[in-house]
């Protein structure tokens, strides 16, 4: 059976840092690239970061270039997202993707919020 479960969302102060965690499992993470959306009330889903199968390969959204890395643990099939300097705006509910040729998997999703 197919998982990715999210979680290290919460509640944060503008300027605060949180680290969000997606464990796989079900299929083989290796060899899948992840991605990290978010959704955040009334907009539509938005790509924030992307990591290639063998973490060698990153990209981001140009509005958190410089504040977010996207990383991943191979052996412990789990891909973390770190966000620094966080902004109202980048409150959202955030998802974890695995994608692998045709195959599309997300996760449940992990509230964050960002306010004083």
């Known amino acids: 059976q197919v998982q990715l479960v999210e979680s290290g969302g919460g509640l944060v102060q503008p300027g605060g840092s949180l680290r969000l965690f997606c464990v796989a499992s079900g299929f083989t993470f290796s060899i899948y690239a992840m991605r990290w959306y978010r959704q955040a009330p009334g907009k539509e889903r938005e790509l924030v970061a992307f990591?290639?199968?063998?973490?060698?390969?990153?990209n981001y959204a140009d509005s958190v270039k410089g504040r977010f890395t996207i990383s991943r643990d191979n052996a412990k099939n789990t891909v973390s997202l770190h966000m620094n300097s966080l902004k109202p705006e980048d409150t959202a509910v955030y998802y974890c993707n695995a994608f692998y040729i045709v195959h599309d998997y997300w996760g449940q999703g992990t509230q964050v919020t960002v306010s004083s």
């Open positions: 990591i290639s199968s063998t973490g060698g390969t990153t």
